[in-house]
T-cell receptor, first 112, second 115 residues
Framework: QQQVKQSPQSLIVQKGGISIINCAYE??????FPWYQQFPGKGPALLIA?????SEKKEGRFTISFNKSAKQFSLHIMDSQPGDSATYFC???????????FGKGTRLSVIA | DAGVIQSPRHEVTEMGQEVTLRCKPI?????LFWYRQTMMRGLELLIY????????DSGMPEDRFSAKMPNASFSTLKIQPSEPRDSAVYFC?????????????FGEGSWLTVV
């Protein structure tokens, strides 16, 4: 499977701080880049997604930044809250009938 | 609408036993995916179906694993014989097609422990 490389593996952030998770890919055919959020004991759920025709997408405290030339994209969580503590997965897929490829995940802990 | 429903939620079995995991996708979704999650390897796609037909099973680790989708509302993932290294969380997910941009909805997972 084509890979999406995600870092860091784990992250501890103070409440109110900014959480940043990074992903990199090689396949230039990828054209859809979602982030999934997973709480303990639950399945992953779509958080936010971006297409490569824009460099940034913001939804509330969550922002995806996309750098097409560097083949990198990142998730920024502003004003991080303890309720944001979860595992975050980046993913990517090419156009057409091909499923998502996921990164290995980042376990985020937001401490008060 | 109910989400993706998986059963059992937890299974503990002895090495060598057969394990069958079950999944009911969201009504109307025509793509179904089986993923395996481990600490070491993250989320791995095992197999996916479109309109009940297996499209890509290249992620299935070995012949001990098999998956079926006899109709649009039911799928199984079977491991026979099971081994301790199969211990993981197995997720079923569904979407309106596997096309880029279609949201994948995950079930809550089946937590398998093989002792």
């Amino acid at each position: 499977q084509q890979q999406v490389k995600q870092s860091p593996q784990s992250l501890i952030v103070q409440k109110g701080g900014i959480s940043i998770i990074n992903c990199a890919y090689e396949n230039t055919a990828f054209d859809y880049f979602p982030w999934y959020q997973q709480f303990p004991g639950k399945g992953p759920a779509l958080l936010i997604a971006i297409r490569p025709d824009v460099s940034e997408k913001k939804e509330g405290r969550f922002t995806i930044s996309f750098n097409k030339s560097a083949k990198q994209f990142s998730l920024h969580i502003m004003d991080s809250q303890p309720g944001d503590s979860a595992t975050y997965f980046c993913a990517a897929s090419p156009s057409g009938n091909t499923p998502l490829v996921f990164g290995k995940g980042t376990r985020l802990s937001v401490i008060a | 609408d109910a989400g993706v429903i998986q059963s059992p939620r937890h299974e503990v079995t002895e090495m060598g036993q057969e394990v069958t995991l079950r999944c009911k996708p969201i009504s109307g979704h025509n793509s179904l995916f089986w993923y395996r999650q481990t600490m070491m390897r993250g989320l791995e796609l095992l197999i996916y179906f479109n309109n009940n037909v297996p499209i890509d099973d290249s992620g299935m680790p070995e012949d001990r694993f098999s998956a079926k989708m006899p109709n649009a509302s039911f799928s199984t993932l079977k491991i026979q014989p099971s081994e301790p290294r199969d211990s993981a969380v197995y997720f079923c997910a569904s979407s309106l097609g596997a096309n880029s941009g279609n949201t994948i909805y995950f079930g809550e997972g089946s937590w398998l422990t093989v002792v």
